[in-house]
């Protein structure tokens, strides 16, 4: 059955204490702006390929991408204004696991469970929207066509849209929403010190519920994410949401069923042009928008990221919850940003190890047994901020017609115009920007930050100095950082090693990495421990890099064009931040802008001096400057790596399988004989990444084939993008750059 009706609107409990609340300090990264900078210029190509430009045009050039000139103007309003950076307030925390260690959690599961619906409506029962969706116009139109076209029967048909629909849909029943409440009040207070909540962000989501359709679209790092916020939800008494979920679970015999019956429905990872697939998965998320009777639940990213930097967008489950909006089906949607930050990632080893070439696990019930030796560990604290919905309503106004629609039977299948198709584009980058805003910072990732920029061992009092010194920069970037109350430099220091005891320790007043046995077995084993260790503490690290990507690309461009002309820097930005469009989130067409943000943070603390020509680094400021580079170490000498790969040991047509074992010899050869110390260079992240730069760039050809993609490399074209980072030829100017 579903969840009862509401009977009426109750506010959010009220916890009795305040947990620690994070520092506040400098300005907000992109706030209060409503804007976040940025200058990915999107992908435009076919489906499943990266292009560059304008959609359909031409591939950008050689010369125009090494220019990197700043992003075309987007048509309409903007989506986001770049206003003078000052401090942003931001929500108070409170810790919902707190009640739960002084109650009881069976009280808890099987409390009175009224959530807020939309406009009081009934909720629908799972088997009515199944119904309502093998009945509906649109479905029924593409049986009818595939019937036609294949001589079927259109039962046939329908009998096998019945099918994807059972395979796909949710049952959700109270039982097995309190089973898990129960379940999970145990493990979560097994596994974290804390959970805290901007209980503000939570009022101002019950609010939304109840006016209009809600997606939540929450950041996604962990397989904790999803069942974290249904447990939130079911907390304060909200509607719990249907949560879009890979088929993978459904292999979990006995949890992939619990899962579809606290509200999992269930999405294959390719539709491969299966078009009644396609048909009745969109109808079926778009009926269960439409209804309102729960929030709807995706991540933008697609899948977990196992480095912790967030992952480019994917925008086909957005452009269909937003196609109801767009068709005048419903008034509004709003779109609900929440930031989930881990003190410590559950999978942690298990993502390094996956970056190093060990295959992932398969999804199983077995596994997920085996998994329970974790709960003896503690994973520190979590932080959820839910951010201030946004109303898909408002971000249109004054920049989408929707008159085309009403042109045609809204049952009869539209391809998106190109309008429409950069709307999603900007609309998936500004989510992503809002989400990386408002995610929380603890001392460890300061201290992994300084760490890595120090081995093989640091001084413990120097750590500690350095990581002061740092707090106070990421404050005046506008980082979100979370220091625990009352806590000074050295406690904090030392409780972030206690928790990260599998990644670095103390030892003879000497910080160092845990790569215990590396002075034992071979030199492959030696190599192979050490950048584990490396790739886990560099996680913690990447989750700077967010707040610092844009001063950082400054710095770095700095000292790659070894000139004061701010023309010179902003050419050489430009290229990096082309070159590292798939590494980090810049939103789509505001490159100079985005250079301006750099700028201005690097002078809010002293580092440079700008005039109208020329940017000139202050006496202070070569110490900042040096640090904001060496954060960006790796990923410049990492592509180095694997472009001099691409350009010397590819000579014919090769898929991203193939590439990726020989990128990963390449390097490890290269580590073991002591020619390089970029142990990063080993992770596939980082090595398709590179790949997809280079395509972008124009110097790798990609072709789709019948079973996947393969790549053509110009080595003419890599080999000049490797002199620019090697800094033989200057980048090329960009096109009217206004500077």
């Given at each position: 059955m579903a969840p009862p009706m509401a009977r009426s609107p109750r506010p959010p409990p009220r916890l009795p204490q305040r947990s620690g609340r994070p520092s506040r300090g400098g300005a907000g990264l992109w706030a209060p702006r409503e804007a976040a900078a940025g200058g990915r210029t999107p992908r435009r190509g076919k489906a499943g390929e990266r292009g560059a430009g304008r959609r359909g045009g031409a591939r950008r050039t050689m010369a125009a991408a090494a220019a990197a000139a700043p992003g075309r103007a987007r048509r309409g309003a903007p989506m986001y204004s770049q206003k003078e950076l000052t401090s942003k307030k931001r929500d108070e925390?409170?810790?919902?696991?707190?009640?739960?260690?002084?109650?009881?959690d069976l009280r808890y599961a099987m409390k009175c469970y009224t959530p807020v619906i939309y406009k009081g409506l009934s909720p629908c029962k799972p088997n009515a929207i199944k119904s309502a969706v093998l009945q509906s116009e649109q479905v029924q139109y593409v049986i009818k066509q595939l019937a036609k076209e294949m001589g079927e029967s259109p039962d046939i048909i329908q009998e096998e849209a019945t099918e994807i629909l059972d395979e796909m849909g949710h049952s959700m029943q109270l039982g097995a929403v309190r089973f898990f409440a129960f379940t999970l009040s145990k493990i979560f207070k097994q596994l974290f010190q804390r959970v805290c909540v901007n209980e503000e962000g939570m009022q101002r989501l019950q609010h939304a519920i109840q006016e209009h359709?809600?997606?939540?679209?929450?950041?996604?790092?962990?397989?904790v994410d999803f069942l974290m916020l249904s447990y939130l939800l079911y907390t304060y008494d909200l509607a719990l949401p249907v949560i879009a979920a890979g088929i993978d679970f459904l292999g979990m015999k006995i949890v992939g069923e619990l899962l579809r019956r606290a509200g999992a429905f269930f999405m294959r990872r390719s539709f491969g042009g299966n078009r009644l697939y396609w048909a009745v998965f969109a109808e079926y998320v778009k009926t269960m928008l439409r209804s309102g009777y729960a929030p709807i639940e995706f991540f933008l990213e697609g899948t977990r990221s196992r480095t912790a930097k967030t992952l480019t967008p994917k925008f086909g489950l957005l452009s269909i919850v937003m196609e109801p909006f767009l068709k005048r089906e419903v008034f509004d949607t709003y779109l609900v940003p929440i930031s989930i930050s881990y003190e410590r990632i559950l999978e942690e080893s298990l993502y390094a190890y996956e970056l190093l070439g060990v295959p992932k696990?398969?999804?199983?019930?077995?596994?997920l047994l085996k998994a329970r030796r974790i709960l003896s560990d503690n994973f520190g604290t979590i932080h959820i901020y839910v951010g201030q919905p946004v109303s898909l309503r408002t971000l249109a106004s004054g920049r989408i017609n929707r008159c085309p629609y009403n042109l045609v039977p809204r049952h009869l299948p539209q391809k998106p115009s190109e309008d429409i198709q950069e709307f999603v584009s900007d609309v998936a980058?500004?989510?992503?920007?809002?989400?990386?805003?408002?995610?929380?910072?603890?001392?460890?990732?300061?201290?992994?930050?300084?760490?890595?920029?120090?081995?093989?061992?640091?001084?413990?009092?120097?750590?500690?100095?350095?990581?002061?010194?740092?707090?106070?920069?990421?404050?005046?970037?506008?980082?979100?950082?979370?220091?625990?109350?009352?806590?000074?430099?050295?406690?904090?220091?030392?409780?972030?090693?206690?928790?990260?005891?599998n990644i670095a320790r103390l030892v003879d007043g000497h910080v160092v990495l845990n790569d215990k046995g590396v002075e034992d077995g071979a030199v492959g084993e030696i190599v192979f421990k050490r950048a584990l260790a490396i790739l886990m503490c560099a996680t913690y690290r990447n989750q700077l890099l967010n707040v610092f990507v844009r001063p950082s690309l400054v710095?770095?461009?700095?000292?790659?064009?070894?000139?004061?002309?701010?023309?010179?820097?902003?050419?050489?930005?430009?290229?990096?931040?082309?070159?590292?469009?798939?590494?980090?989130?810049?939103?789509?067409?505001?490159?100079?802008?985005?250079?301006?943000?750099?700028?201005?943070?690097?002078?809010?603390?002293?580092?440079?001096?700008?005039?109208?020509?020329?940017?000139?680094?202050?006496?202070?400021?070569?110490?900042?400057?040096s640090f904001l580079s060496a954060m960006f170490t790796p990923f410049v000498e990492g592509y180095q790596l694997i472009f001099r790969y691409l350009s010397k040991e590819t000579k014919e047509a090769f898929t991203e399988k193939q590439l990726i074992p020989g990128v990963r010899n390449f390097v490890f050869q290269?580590?073991?004989?002591?020619?390089?110390?970029?142990?990063?260079?080993?992770?596939?992240?980082?090595?398709k990444n590179a790949l997809a730069a280079l395509v972008q760039l124009g110097a790798v050809k990609k072709k789709k084939m019948s079973n996947g993609f393969t790549y053509n490399v110009n080595q003419e074209a890599v080999n000049k993008i490797l002199d620019m980072f090697d800094a033989r030829i200057p980048v090329q100017k960009p096109v009217a750059a206004r500077l």
């Open positions: 925390f409170e810790d919902i696991l707190e009640e739960r260690r002084l109650s009881s359709p809600v997606v939540l679209l929450p950041s996604h790092r962990s397989y696990p398969k999804e199983s019930t077995s596994g980058y500004k989510m992503e920007l809002l989400q990386i805003e408002n995610m929380v910072l603890s001392p460890w990732v300061l201290v992994a930050a300084v760490l890595l920029q120090n081995l093989p061992a640091m001084d413990f009092e120097l750590l500690i100095e350095k990581t002061l010194w740092l707090k106070g920069l990421t404050q005046t970037f506008g980082g979100f950082i979370e220091w625990p109350d009352n806590l000074c430099a050295r406690k904090a220091v030392l409780s972030g090693l206690t928790l990260h005891a710095a770095v461009a700095l000292q790659m064009t070894r000139s004061f002309r701010k023309e010179e820097v902003y050419s050489c930005f430009s290229f990096l931040r082309d070159v590292f469009s798939d590494e980090f989130i810049f939103f789509p067409g505001i490159s100079l802008k985005d250079f301006e943000e750099g700028c201005f943070l690097l002078t809010k603390c002293d580092a440079i001096q700008t005039s109208q020509q020329e940017i000139y680094p202050t006496d202070k400021g070569s110490v900042i400057v290269l580590l073991e004989k002591g020619n390089t110390q970029c142990y990063e260079a080993l992770s596939s992240d980082m090595q």
